[in-house]
């Protein structure tokens, strides 16, 4: 008994007012985004509420970072637009659980702290660029029926209890902080605008909600191998998108709660959670920023969280939707807009004239891509390659060689900086063979062999020397790049000449 107390954190210090008032908040606000989403896909409304209930309810018990909520979120449902054209929605159902099953994969090979390779440029871009994409997200909410802006009056009002809504969010908490003010936001603007008979946009008016228990249901698609060469790309790229941005927001609501989470653990839940929405009719997700901030700033820590938000959601669906298809948008939309504020990572403007211009440039482009395509895994994917070409780049110019003569006439050149395809130029140009003594020595102390280009290169420098009559040692090379080296020699000629009596540095990393 005790192990399942665990499981849900009620063994251990939990403010389980935060707890269920948190989720009771994320539930209010899950309902027209998950609604959103799908019909982003072109799916029913049901499907993006059902995925939303059973990706936040798995990973909330079996996830790596408590506090996290996760759902049916945007990125997916891009993703899934094309499929639901071309072959429809049993397609999708079949992808999620394949999508599923390569997160839970990738959990298990521990390939989570691949995560590390993101550099802090790429993530404040990628969190200024979702929060610019959150913002945006709002404007449809000024649109009519008919998809045309609002105007007059219409237009007054809906600006009016968006613009309550931001500033009791903004203002209840140096009052009091009793009740989470977002919950608080959402209430009293649904309580003024049924009182008083206002006449907004409400939830009802984008989709109804009303539905049972999400049903098991095995995809009826072929059982053949055209299926999976149809389905198979689609779900490589959805398990990318998700992990990518669930990993992201683990790491970023780590740096806000100044706790760890652990990253392979939340692969292999958001894998199983993917791997049962498609079973149980929804369309798959991952992790939500902005419902996971909502969460940790209304003071939820703990995995309660998270489960009162799915159980809730769920609630909504099969008993409340009468209920919560009258709220209105405006309570929402002010909502998500400070969180999008609450997002934007405003010291990263402070940081311009610090900052490399080449860091600065990542955190522009990754902001731009995330803002204008949408497309997080592409924007975090693009400023992952430009951190490394710059990386690359400066590594390739740090080389260095020290130069002497011994008593005995030997020529040293102590190599400084790593050895790799992009250092090789000015390697080469280090060496003087046609003036050099008849013996030469190359110390790799304080230097590594990287990869194959290097390789080559002291393949050929050597070549070079013995066609020139001289001798030459290569000294000091510790033992990974010796078995590259050996490893090589299947490959090409790779001319290593040791001194036997010169002892050898060991590897200490």
Not at 346 to 369: E, G, Q, Y
Not at 395 to 402: S, V
Request: aromatic share 10%; hydrophobic share 55%; glycine share 8%.
């Amino acid at each position: 008994m005790k192990k399942i107390f665990n499981l849900f954190d009620l063994s251990q210090k939990v403010n389980y007012k935060n707890e269920i008032l948190s989720g009771l908040t994320v539930a209010l606000a899950l309902v027209p985004e998950a609604v959103a989403f799908a019909l982003i896909a072109g799916l029913s409304p049901l499907t993006g509420l059902y995925a939303a209930f059973v990706m936040g309810l798995v990973t909330s018990i079996l996830g790596g970072r408590p506090g996290m909520i996760s759902g049916a979120t945007g990125a997916v449902a891009i993703v899934l637009v094309t499929l639901v054209k071309d072959y429809g929605v049993e397609y999708v159902f079949a992808t999620v659980i394949l999508a599923g099953l390569i997160q839970m994969a990738a959990g298990l090979l521990r390939l989570g702290k691949f995560i590390r390779l993101v550099p802090q440029s790429a993530i404040f871009g990628f969190v200024n660029g979702l929060a610019v994409v959150i913002f945006m997200s709002q404007l449809v909410s000024f649109k009519d029926e008919a998809g045309n802006w609002m105007q007059g009056e219409q237009l007054y009002i809906m600006l009016g209890l968006v613009l309550l809504s931001m500033l009791i969010i903004w203002g209840l908490p140096k009052i009091s902080k009793v009740i989470p003010a977002s919950l608080f936001s959402i209430i009293s603007i649904f309580a003024l605008v049924f009182f008083m008979d206002i006449d907004t946009k409400t939830v009802g008016d984008i989709a109804s909600i009303q539905g049972g228990f999400p049903p098991f249901h095995i995809p009826s698609i072929p059982l053949e191998f055209e299926t999976l060469i149809i389905i198979f790309p689609y779900a490589a790229i959805v398990a990318g998108v998700g992990l990518i941005e669930s990993l992201l927001t683990l790491n970023i609501i780590d740096e806000i709660t100044e706790t760890r989470g652990r990253g392979n653990k939340e692969a292999v839940a958001q894998g199983m959670a993917n791997f049962l929405s498609g079973l149980f009719s929804g369309m798959g997700g991952c992790a939500m920023i902005g419902q996971s901030l909502i969460n940790i700033s209304s003071g939820a820590r703990a995995r309660l969280s998270g489960i009162v938000a799915s159980v809730m959601l769920l609630v909504f669906i099969m008993f409340g939707a009468a209920v919560i298809e009258k709220m209105p948008i405006a309570a929402l939309t002010g909502l998500m807009i400070m969180v999008s504020i609450g997002t934007f990572e405003w010291a990263s403007l402070k940081t311009f004239r610090r900052m490399p211009k080449s860091d600065i440039f990542v955190m522009v482009i990754v902001t731009l891509v995330t803002a204008v395509l949408h497309d997080l895994a592409m924007a975090v994917l693009i400023g992952v390659i430009i951190s490394a070409l710059v990386f690359a780049w400066d590594n390739a110019k740090r080389i260095r060689a020290r130069k002497y003569m011994d008593d005995q006439g030997v020529k040293h050149y102590e190599i400084y900086g790593p050895l790799f395809f992009g250092s090789i130029s000015v390697f080469n140009d280090k060496f003087d063979i046609q003036n050099d003594p008849e013996e030469v020595i190359i110390d790799f102390a304080e230097s590594r062999v990287v990869d194959m280009s290097a390789i080559e290169a002291l393949n050929k420098l050597t070549e070079r020397y013995q066609k020139a009559g001289k001798k030459i040692h290569l000294r000091h090379l510790s033992p990974d790049c010796r078995k590259l080296l050996q490893n090589a020699e299947k490959i090409i000629d790779v001319n290593v000449l040791e001194d036997p009596t010169y002892k050898l540095v060991t590897d200490q990393l």
